[in-house]
């Protein structure tokens, strides 16, 4: 198998161009040149062929070693990039120039996002500077190094790890030649776009040679003990044969052909069976029958002994590799924090996890005290790395003891202090740290979810007769809409200037209803190209924000589908969300019953790329199962709510 050069690159975007180049020298060089332009299509072909001249005649056709041939190179790039920058001829450029030399050392270098990686044994490394920041759109670093056999370098002018996991990208490099497809089907389905190059440096050819046996590799000490070993029971029983041979033919006659052996083995033990019976003999018998069992107890206890033994050592240095392992994978998710890669430190902390579980699970039982010590220790540098904040919320109301049945669903936040908690049935208001007895707001409907009408100074309700009660200077009114077919059904509620938003799974839509006088208009469909049929819950900020189940976000700006992505996220952090609040033109914060936690984003304002934030995991044994929650304007204060208390959280001291 020769080296294998491919170059690809994913769909590109409006007003970006993507150019994926692999190149040869007469003296057997590879080369590869990526390029992703910001420009229109004629600057960018211009670029492009540009660059292309440039790597030919600089680079390929020039004298001198490939590592100072680059660095020529690369300075007329360089000049080439600043002086298109400048004119804004081009807005931003992303590119990686590599070359592999005869005796297979790798020199590249990287401008603006572009990274390379090298997968070896199974084990992927970033082979590019990181730069924290903005990218600089210029070559700057040249990365060098000696390939081996079997390695495999990937190169890419944007960040493979948002999108896959150093560990999933040694799994997809085990599929050979399908791996750059495998890459840029990954990069689509992420809707990033980017020019990938993979580089396959082939395995050593084996031969056998007729003459005389190739020399051994040397083995390790611990290896070399075990042959060492084996070596002095071979000799052992090499010079206890003779002496074996010859007692035999002592007491077998010399026979000539193997029929004789065997009638004489036939003689010897029907004469033993005889010395059983005999009065006088029979005494020997049985002793050379017990001795003849116990020796050969004695040779199976021997051998299961030295199996089990030998199984143990392997086991013990094995089990000690891995926890070895853990121990390096802790230190560098630590590094790569501190660079700012936040998302390769969680996938390191997941491997390192992982192979700690696997000490744990071996039936051995050695290092199982190591392993439980490194499983906190990977616990609490994940939590550093992900900025979990662990606290007991602070008790602002038990409405429990006003009312013992109750068992709320939901929070309105009317003032500053002043809160509407709500059950199926009945409205409790909360003022600071009191409660008031409840109000019935229907007899005969039963309430699904609540919502503050802050321009009507009002609250309203969805209940499941698919009517809407609205609370009017403490009066509950049932409200009308001029749709004859009465109000669409849904399971959410949201307002937003004089419009009431209803969020219906089972119709895949989102009715909007203007607030009229004393009524509602007919609804119209706000939802245009959206997923809807698993939504949750939705807020409203300009955009709408609608939750599904599996924790995924989809943002709506008059009702079509926005770009939306919520980066240096630790992996499933969504998936048991069911709950989501946004704060008017800043945070997002999204509820997790199941795990007692709140988790916090930034928008993403009109780009849609959010980043985590942070998570609030709430301890205290008398905190329920979490329905709802309220952050107040100025983000100073988080309020949760279970199915009986609301607690509150100072965000201003976290």
């Not at 010590?373 to 990977?378: A, F, T």
Request: glycine share 6%; with cysteine; net charge negative.
């Amino acid at each position: 198998m020769d080296i294998a050069l491919q170059t690809g690159h994913t769909k590109s975007s409006t007003g970006e161009s993507l150019v994926s180049l692999s190149l040869t020298s007469e003296r057997g060089e590879h080369a590869c040149l990526l390029l992703q332009i910001g420009a229109s299509p004629k600057d960018a072909k211009t670029l492009e062929e540009e660059c292309t001249t440039i790597v030919k005649h600089a680079l390929l056709d020039s004298e001198g070693d490939s590592w100072s041939r680059l660095d020529g190179t690369l300075k007329e790039m360089n000049g080439l990039f600043k002086g298109l920058l400048v004119s804004e001829t081009v807005q931003d450029i992303h590119a990686l120039l590599a070359i592999m030399d005869t005796k297979k050392m790798l020199h590249v270098s990287h401008a603006g996002r572009a990274e390379a990686y090298l997968i070896r044994g199974g084990q992927t490394s970033q082979i590019t500077e990181y730069s924290k920041g903005k990218p600089n759109p210029v070559f700057v670093h040249i990365s060098s190094g000696q390939l081996e056999a079997r390695d495999i370098v990937v190169c890419s002018t944007q960040r493979l790890l948002r999108t896959v996991t150093p560990a999933q990208l040694s799994q997809l490099s085990q599929r050979g030649d399908q791996l750059l497809d495998e890459i840029i089907i990954q990069l689509d389905a992420e809707r990033e776009h980017a020019s990938v190059a993979t580089l396959h440096i082939p395995a050593k050819n084996q031969r056998i040679l007729d003459d005389e046996p190739a020399a051994r590799p040397a083995l390790s000490t611990r290896r070399s003990g075990h042959r060492r070993s084996s070596a002095s029971i071979l000799a052992r029983f090499t010079t206890f044969l003779p002496a074996l041979t010859n007692g035999l033919r002592t007491k077998l006659p010399r026979t000539t052909g193997v029929s004789n052996f065997v009638q004489e083995l036939r003689e010897r033990f029907a004469s033993f069976l005889t010395d059983l019976k005999h009065p006088e003999r029979k005494r020997r018998a049985h002793l050379l029958l017990l001795a003849s069992a116990v020796a050969a107890f004695l040779i199976i206890w021997m051998v299961v002994r030295l199996s089990t033994s030998s199984q143990r050592s392997k086991t013990r240095a094995e089990l000690e590799d891995l926890v070895s392992k853990i121990n390096t994978e802790i230190r560098t998710a630590d590094n790569r924090r501190l660079t700012g890669d936040i998302d390769s430190a969680n996938a390191i902390l997941q491997q390192a996890e992982e192979r700690a579980k696997q000490v744990m699970d071996n039936e051995s039982g050695l290092f199982r005290v190591e392993a439980l010590d490194l499983l906190d220790r990977i616990r609490s540098k994940r939590e550093e790395i992900n900025n979990i904040i662990r606290l007991p919320p602070r008790l602002v109301v038990n409405i429990g003891a006003k009312n013992p049945d109750v068992e709320a669903q939901g929070i309105i936040g009317v003032g500053d202090g002043e809160f509407t908690v709500y059950d199926r049935q009945d409205l409790h208001r909360v003022l600071l740290n009191s409660v008031d007895d409840p109000d019935r707001l229907s007899d005969e409907e039963l309430i699904m979810d609540g919502a503050g009408f802050s321009r009507y100074k009002s609250l309203v309700f969805l209940t499941t007769g698919n009517s809407v009660i609205e609370m009017i200077a403490n009066q509950p009114t049932t409200m009308k809409t001029e749709d004859t077919a009465g109000w669409k059904s849904g399971n959410d509620i949201e307002t937003y200037l004089r419009f009431l938003y209803v969020l219906s799974p089972e119709k895949n839509q989102i009715y909007k209803y203007e607030r009229l006088s004393n009524r509602y208009g007919p609804p119209v469909e706000y939802n245009v190209n959206g997923t809807l049929g698993k939504a949750l819950d939705m807020v409203i900020d300009s955009s709408v924000f609608v939750l599904n189940e599996g924790g995924t976000v989809l943002k709506l700006l008059r009702g079509e589908v926005q770009p939306f992505v919520i980066r240096h996220a630790p992996d499933n952090v969504l998936a048991d969300a069911t709950k989501l609040f946004k704060v008017t033109d800043s945070n997002i914060y999204f509820l997790d019953p199941k795990k007692a936690r709140v988790i916090v984003t930034t928008d993403g304002g009109a780009t849609g790329e959010s980043s985590y934030v942070k998570q609030y995991v709430f301890e205290g044994e008398q905190i329920g199962t979490l329905q709802d929650l309220f952050v107040d304007p100025d983000q100073t204060h988080l309020y949760v709510l279970d199915e009986k208390r609301l607690y509150v959280v100072d965000l201003a001291t976290k």
